[in-house]
């Protein structure tokens, strides 16, 4: 199973140019993929609806979109009648199985004198694959305050740890058969969404490998042993797979910026011994990022090979 983690900044690549078909080419061999800055109706341009013409591109994949920004961007027209829009950008996940279910979880942003600031959410979604379902969640953290993305982090963190007690959206331990299929909620027993333990969280986190937030996922780099892929923290697919934390360039540098790993792709213990291998596509123009990919031995891919 290959999964990938991509900040496409509105599907505007390094020469300047929007477009959404090099996106698609560039993340086309993904199983699961998790897109950031995707656009809905947030500028005119040609596919101002990116979710859509994204969908589009995938004919054969499951897709679901969450706005982590959501306006209005309604008119008006000359008989009076509201032309009702939303103005949106946030996170996509195109999945190659079902996606069971989804939510999304608001993380706390403050404004910071100075920057413009945006809100952030944590995308929750259940791939039913056929070997197992599990959990994929997306997210893409303040990109000016450290200490807002420790605040993030931390409730991530509480997220994903709670949701296998809390189940999913649809619960419903101990009713009866009757229950199933009648009144208001009208749904199958087999039905009931299923909130597996195994998880996979990526996006663009905006923080490197020697940053605090990092410390929170992954836990602190001992002397001896390194990080360490415990119950209750993640494990990041680049270092399971044997890159170094010091290498890796998700960001290239700019005349503002310097070259950073800030977009990542982290697994529960139930993943870290199935990362065969994890690569940064340093070759991908489609945007001011590079995606991030790894492979893992979760049940067999299309054709039947691991």
């Known amino acids: 199973m290959l999964v990938s983690t991509y900040n496409i900044q509105w599907g505007k690549g390094r020469d300047g140019l929007v477009d959404l078909d090099r996106v698609a080419r560039t993340v086309a061999e993904a199983d699961v993929v998790g897109l950031q800055e995707v656009e809905r109706n947030w500028r005119e341009m040609e596919h101002a609806d990116q ?5 589009e591109l995938f004919p054969d994949r499951h897709a679901f979109f969450a706005p982590s ?4 961007g309604s008119s008006r027209g000359a008989d009076g009648r509201v032309v009702n829009r939303r103005r949106q950008y946030g996170l996509m996940v195109i999945s190659r199985w079902p996606v069971l279910t989804a939510r999304s979880f ?23 694959h056929p070997a197992g379902p599990f959990r994929f969640y997306v997210t893409h953290l303040n ?35 009757s229950e199933y299929g009648a009144d208001w909620i009208a749904i199958a027993k087999d039905e009931v969404p299923p909130m597996p333990g195994p998880a996979i969280l990526l996006g663009d986190f905006n923080m490197m490998p020697n940053s605090p937030e990092y410390a929170l996922l992954t836990g ?3 002397p001896d042993y390194g990080r360490l ?11 399971l797979a044997g890159m170094s934390e010091q290498a890796g360039i998700t960001y290239p540098a700019n005349d503002m910026e310097q070259a950073k790993r800030i977009d990542h792709i ?29 492979e893992l031995d979760w049940g067999l891919r299309r054709g039947g090979s691991l």
Request: net charge negative.
């Open 266 to 294: 982290f697994v529960t213990l139930e993943f870290a011994g199935l990362v065969r291998r994890a690569w940064v596509d340093e070759a991908a123009d489609a945007s001011d990022h590079q995606p991030v990919y790894a």
């Open 143 to 177: 990109y000016v305050s450290e200490r807002q993305r420790l605040i993030q982090t931390r409730q991530i963190i509480d997220v994903i740890a709670d949701a296998p007690q809390q189940g999913g959206p649809i619960t419903g331990p101990g009713v009866p058969a």
């Open 106 to 128: 608001p993380l706390p942003s403050y404004p910071v004198h100075g920057h413009l600031n945006d809100s952030s959410i944590l995308l929750e979604t259940v791939i039913g």
């Open 229 to 239: 892929a415990e119950h209750g923290l993640f494990g990041d697919a680049l270092t």
């Open 220 to 222: 602190p780099a001992g």
């Open 51 to 55: 979710v859509q013409r994204l969908a």
């Open 69 to 72: 920004i959501d306006i209005d």
